[in-house]
């Protein structure tokens, strides 16, 4: 799958071309004194509560540890993932074009790891800085038990199991079945990690679970509803369509014996309703903002703008949860996708990183929660701080989509959402748009904007998809590249030298960029747990969330609000023909605005 596909990046080691050293960063605090040539490594496996496998014993989580050479205890950073032994090669589901021909299935592949490493940099710059670092197979992966379930409550709590250990609360043994405690543990836990890497701190951190006293969430997600879902509709993943709960628990199936976990595999196929989409109690075990009362941990939240895998409401909504209980927390929002800031912004975010640890998990004031609250990358190596998030200056606007008549678009399957915004000036029959008038000032919009359609429907789809466009020409983010030249962050041994390839930001001239859009089955206008038909013809009033964004527009740009039926490269795909009818005066995007200096 592809959220493992940054992962992977970070993890594999690459042969140096260009060895450099990066210049220092170290702030006050811990120092690299430890040798980590000598470090410790072992492997336990962890005694969870669970039996997700039924095979009358609980489930064991396999666990492998890298320490310093030191009789001092010592603190943890935890890396969690369903990932480490590969992953499975599955097809995703051929129900994209409902009504027509059935789409070509996309594989999940990825090569099993022949060997286990300490993949990526955490090993190389905390071990000498003395730390211990953790990683742990998620159940039904890799060594460990039980069956993965895609974000459910056994995977949470067979991770929660590890913590639990470290804190003296729960049992480990060793290969010959010895008994092994974690005596050289504070029990001070930190867990960090990389898309499902990062979506299993928020889980742990919801359960309350002593010990766990920070997380590092990059890329998350906070409820897998709105990963596979939309409010109500069926959606995908960007450029991944037909993949599925079900799709992932198969690809990241990778224990031993993976037969055993056929029958949960099933139950997950058939709970997760693809037909509906409805929200249910399936999706309300996978949905962590539920538990958000019981987070203990601080949070460094970490994620891309244009992250269109875990996309940006993820990170938005459980912002807004914690902000709501004043969980200590810090925002870092960049311009990049799917990845690590380790790849865009490599000092600063050791540093970042390095001190955040420091402080939680050592208790050194380093000086990290005095800082501003968010840092923010509002166009291509341009950062902005605020003290918070959304930026404080915003204020609430609504922008009215015009006050003309009803006007219809017919949908049109065919067309991507990049082709039907293209121009702001063109008549589309497929669409509607609105322009605003160019704006006399750079503005910037910060949070989560929501829209309101009035508006009517006649055939087949049951979508509304809104973009919010930004046209004018600019020079905008177009992806990451790897340049030859290393860092080496930290000591290294043989097969882990601790040197990563640097990378540098793609950017491209373009006339326009959809910010971020946003989905409803309109079946599902009273809530994403019910769906309730339409009426042929008849006018309803629809409200829905777009997904969570902080763009600049800059003077002279126009912002424009885009409405059509079918998002080809996010929902299913209903037979062509469908007539909307937008009533514009009767419809308004509320977002935040703040005019720029």
């Known amino acids: 799958m592809r959220l493992a596909a940054s992962i992977a990046v970070i993890a594999v080691l690459l042969t140096p071309s260009v060895a450099a050293a990066a210049p220092s960063t170290d702030p006050p605090g811990t120092q690299p004194v430890h040798d980590y040539a000598q470090a410790i490594r072992e ?8 039996d997700s496998d039924s095979d009358g014993k609980p489930d064991r989580v396999a666990v492998r540890i ?33 009504g027509g ?14 060997e286990i490493y300490f993949g990526g940099y955490l090993d190389n710059y905390f071990v000498p800085r003395g730390y211990a670092v953790v990683f742990a197979d998620s159940l039904g992966t890799g060594g460990s038990d039980g069956c993965p379930t895609t974000g459910g409550r056994n995977e949470t709590l067979g991770m929660k199991a590890v913590v639990d250990w470290l804190n003296g609360r729960a049992k480990a043994f060793d290969a010959d079945g010895g008994q092994v405690r974690a005596g050289w543990s504070t029990g ?21 679970v002593r010990g766990l006293e920070t997380i590092v969430p990059i890329a998350g997600i906070s409820s897998w509803y709105d990963y596979y879902r939309g409010n109500g509709g069926v959606v995908a993943p960007g450029g991944y369509q037909g993949e599925d709960a079900d799709v992932l628990a198969r690809a990241v199936l990778t224990r031993a014996n993976p037969e055993v976990c056929a029958g949960v595999m099933d139950d997950l196929e058939r709970e997760q309703d693809r037909e509906t989409g409805d929200y249910s109690a399936f999706w309300a075990e996978r ?26 409401l ?56 005095r800082e501003p609250m968010a ?35 017919v949908d049109n399957p065919a067309r991507t959402a990049d082709d039907l915004a293209a121009d702001e000036t063109a008549a589309d029959p497929n669409r509607f748009s609105h322009v605003s008038a160019p704006l006399t000032r750079e503005t910037r919009v910060s949070g989560t904007p929501r829209i309101t359609v009035r508006a009517d429907l006649a055939g087949d789809s049951p979508y509304l998809t809104a973009l919010l466009v930004d046209y004018g020409p600019a020079e905008r983010f177009a992806g990451v590249r790897t340049l030859a030249v290393q860092d080496c962050v930290g000591p290294g041994i043989t097969g882990d030298p601790g040197c990563f390839n640097r990378r540098e930001y793609v950017t491209a001239s373009t006339p326009y960029e959809i910010v971020t859009r946003g989905w409803l089955d309109v079946r599902n206008r009273f809530s994403p747990a019910r769906t309730a038909p339409v009426q042929a013809g008849r006018a309803y009033t629809f409200r829905w969330e777009l997904q969570t964004t902080d763009h600049v527009f800059a003077a002279g740009h126009r912002i424009g609000v885009v409405i059509i039926s079918t998002d080809r490269d996010h929902t299913l795909r209903y037979p062509a ?21």
């Open 314 to 369: 993820q990170a938005g909504q459980w912002w807004d949860a914690l902000a709501a209980r004043h969980v200590p927390r810090k925002i870092w929002l960049h311009q990049a996708g799917h990845t690590d800031p380790f790849n865009i912004r490599r000092d600063v975010w050791l540093s970042t990183l390095h001190r955040w640890f420091d402080y939680w998990l050592y208790r050194i004031d380093t000086g990290i929660m």
């Open 287 to 312: 949905d962590y903002t539920r538990d958000v009362d019981k987070v203990r941990a601080s949070v460094l939240l970490v994620h891309g703008l244009h992250d269109d895998n875990v996309r940006t």
């Open 577 to 597: 023909g469908t007539t909307i009818g937008v009533h514009p005066a009767f419809s308004k995007l509320d977002l935040r605005l703040t005019p720029g200096r």
């Open 375 to 409: 840092d923010v990358e509002v166009a291509p190596n341009r950062w902005e701080t605020a003290r918070t998030w959304p930026i404080p200056d915003s204020r609430p606007v609504s922008l009215r989509l015009g006050d003309g008549p009803r006007q219809t678009f």
């Open 101 to 114: 021909a059935a789409s070509a299935a996309r594989a999940v592949t990825a090569d099993r790891a022949a």
């Open 43 to 50: 492997q336990v496996w962890v005694q969870t509560g669970v």
């Open 188 to 208: 001070r836990t930190g867990m960090i990690g990389v898309s499902y890497n990062g979506t299993l701190p928020n889980a742990v951190a919801s359960t309350g």
């Open 66 to 98: 890298i320490r310093p050479a030191t009789t001092e205890r010592v603190p943890v950073i935890f890396q969690a993932s369903p990932y480490y032994a590969g992953l499975n090669d599955v097809p995703n589901h051929d129900d994209i074009d409902r």
